[in-house]
């Protein structure tokens, strides 16, 4: 069942969209410097988004304090980042402007994200680029000395800021040395190595986190007046995607248990050039930037089963298949696009590699027509990359590429001031459900972080702080005592002895059974049920299953206690319990939403020539989950409205 | 078939286990029997650790994260050398077919006075961290940024400060170096914005105030070894450090 809640507000700001967040942003309350000094914010993650908002929260007077799971703000993973970041500059001269990025993105997304997010997303980016070159990020340059842009999927302007493949990292570092310029003015506290299990809410507003240190086992309570959540996104419910293997989604579901809804977390990206899986011990499927379909092109043997060396099939018996389906777009077709054909025609028996499942990207005609240095010097890191992991020269042979999962829209609930339905959390880039509807265009996930982070959550939080009292909590609260007995019951029931524990059924001894193996078969069931191409039978089905899996973990799942303060292992089996919650809820939601959108293909939606059919008529909103202890969980809904752009079907044909 | 089917490979590992930081350590034997040669040697381990829990005992500990080479979590010795023998490479990107068939690894964590271990292979690196707080970046604040065409940087001088700030903080220089310096570390971040127009007001206070820094934490000085350069994943030269010197000297 569907309801609209009336808590369910998303505080979208009203009249001419344009000048919207200006408008919204100058209403806004402030605090003397005097006060901010008094108030508290907890950031957890360093990414993108967490790193930008820290340092610019500190910068503006607040105390501060940064947890992050790993040993260095500098290793989250938007680190690597590879292609580039959107923004709305008209350097090239191609017609760009605020108006074409905020169109695109509310297109890519394909109308299932807000019309105002968006375009102040778009108004915002070009802020960013100032922003990032004041503090030396080293983007690519034309000779003369001016920025230079390349194009990326979904787009027709070039309008995507690089620092060759390693954007990212080079974003990361401009945002993670502000973070440390502020811990050595002594206005933010870092800690790192802190895994969050639980939030505390006191009446209902967010005011702390409890965190497990993943040196000492110590469970640790960290307590403020605002908590901000940028942990990232949840692609490794696939077990393998492009993500780094620790990336986790506990920290927003433990948030959505405390009553933060759940928005569209059905809605996941799958990357279309990723280097395949070969051996079942591979740990990672690594992303060839998809600025490689500039200069790449895709195709596969015409013939299926066609396994030739590809140098050796004439031009005749290749398909350029997404030349052929899409003359407009090309190679350049959005994400989704290009990854459900590949699937396809893989499916068909044209795919090439082990297992028929990758296609080629080949850059031949690229090296023909520009040499091989030019290209070299635009995809250098990628293409050494691809040879270290394949053993191939992708310069001499085409790249074996398959789609992997990438990137999730879907994300905790958030108003159009980032603040999620638990008053005080605020929830940051991909953690938030917000700008990409759908579908994410390449280049706007750093654009969307960083937007978040350094220029609408610093704006927004002051705002919730002016007009909220400020009791002071003890660390015996009842809600914070509860929050770390709930955590450390969590832990126990999960250790065992070392030495020989009880059977368990085929376990050969409790805990002797490594948690990746549980989480590989949760990432089997996902990939097959609610990958590229999803269908209501099968989704089903893959409830049922999902089921039965949780039941053999509850009851099998346990990690032996070594007498080490660490352990990894009870890291992963407390992410894994996180991810098979979260699991159920993207099928269900999968399920909930009959219309095939962006990323989100339902097999019954298509039309004649296998185009995603949209329903605009019942599925134009934003599904928002609520957690019901002991209930199934109840979907709201709220309604999209576009007033400066007409509902319109994506045509890249 | 345009692609061979995967080779496998057997190989003797004798890895550093230590459990804590105050235990004692010391290499144990272990034997991984056909693991695919398309595996990295982090992915090998992975492999090790399963057969390690299946038998109840503790996995080997080392750190990892992105496993694509750029995040900097991994590092450890492999055969004395930092990354292992490829060049340019973290040891997630390190694959198996790099190993003759039956070969001896030896895998110990990086060992300098300012990185103190933790277990196993894992060191505590938060020492770069301080390093760069001491003065590794632009004092410039959020929305006070000037447009970013205002500022002209040329090509080859962009390119250059890219090539400087590719390093992943990933240690492996200071562990390579006798003498335990991370003057590669420093010069690379003193070089990276020393030479952009954005990094000039404050380039003579943070050329002094970094390498205070990196003294204070207990990482010793350059002595030309060149160690560092050999072993950066990111292939980071160390002229750089020529570079710093002159610097002191501006």
Known sequence: MTTTMPRLDPRLPTGPLNSAWQRTREGLPLISPANKRRLRVLVVGTGLAGSSAAATLAEQGYQVQVLTYHDSPRRAHSVAAQGGINAARNYAGDGDSVERLFRDTVRGGDFRAREAGCHRLAEISGAIIDQCVAQGVPFAREYGGLLAQRNFGGALVSRTFYARGQTGQQLLYGAMQALLRQVEAGRVELFTRREMLELITVEGVARGVVCRHRLSGELETFLADAVVLATGGYSNVFHRSTNAVQSNASAIWRAHGHGALFANPCFTQIHPTCIPSGDGDQSKLTLMSESLRNDGRLWLPLQAGDQRDPKTIPEAERDYFLERQYPTYGNMVPRDVASRRARELCLAGHGVGPGGRSVYLDLAEAIARDGKGAIESRYGNLLEMYARISGEDPTATPMRIYPAPHYTMGGLWVDYHLMSTIPGLFVLGEANFSEHGANRLGASALMQGLADGYFIAPATITAWLAGQPHPAVPLDHPACREARAAAAARIAALLVPAGDGPAGPGTGGAGRRPVEAYHQQLGQLMIEACGISRQGDRLRAALLELEALRGRCGEELRVVDHGTPNNPELEKALRLQDFLGLAELMLRDALAREESCGAHFREEHQSADGEARRDDANFAHIAAWEHRPGAEPRRHSEPLSYTAIPFSQRNYR | ?250
């Open chain 2, 1 to 250: 078939m345009s692609v061979p089917a995967a080779a496998t490979i057997c190989l003797n590992l004798r890895i550093w286990r230590q459990a804590t930081a105050d235990a004692a350590g010391g290499f144990a034997p272990y034997r991984l029997e056909h693991v695919s040669t398309d595996l990295s040697l982090l992915e090998a381990l992975d492999h090790l650790n399963g057969q390690l829990i299946a038998a109840g005992e503790r996995p080997v500990g080392f750190e990892h994260d992105c496993r694509e080479g750029i995040c900097g979590s991994c590092g450890f010795l492999v055969n004395g050398q930092a990354h292992g023998p490829q060049a340019a490479t973290t040891v997630c990107q390190l694959y198996l077919r790099q190993f003759e068939d039956g070969a001896t690894l030896v895998l110990e964590p990086f060992r300098a006075r300012a990185f103190p271990l933790l277990q196993d292979l894992s060191v505590d690196r938060s020492a770069l961290d301080r390093i760069l707080m001491a003065g590794g970046y632009c004092s410039v604040n959020t929305g006070s940024a000037p447009e970013a065409n205002a500022i002209l940087i040329g090509r080859d001088q962009a390119t250059s400060a890219f090539d400087t700030a590719s390093c992943i903080g990933c240690g492996a220089c200071v562990a390579s170096c006798p003498n335990a310096s991370a003057s590669l570390f420093v010069a690379a971040k003193l070089a990276h914005l020393g030479q952009l127009p954005q990094g000039q007001p404050e380039r003579a206070r943070r050329t002094v105030a970094l390498q205070q820094r990196m003294v204070a934490e207990g990482f010793g000085s350059c002595s030309n070894q060149l160690e560092c350069e050999a072993v950066c994943p990111k292939q980071i030269s160390a002229d750089w450090i020529s570079w710093m010197r002159r610097e002191g000297w501006r």
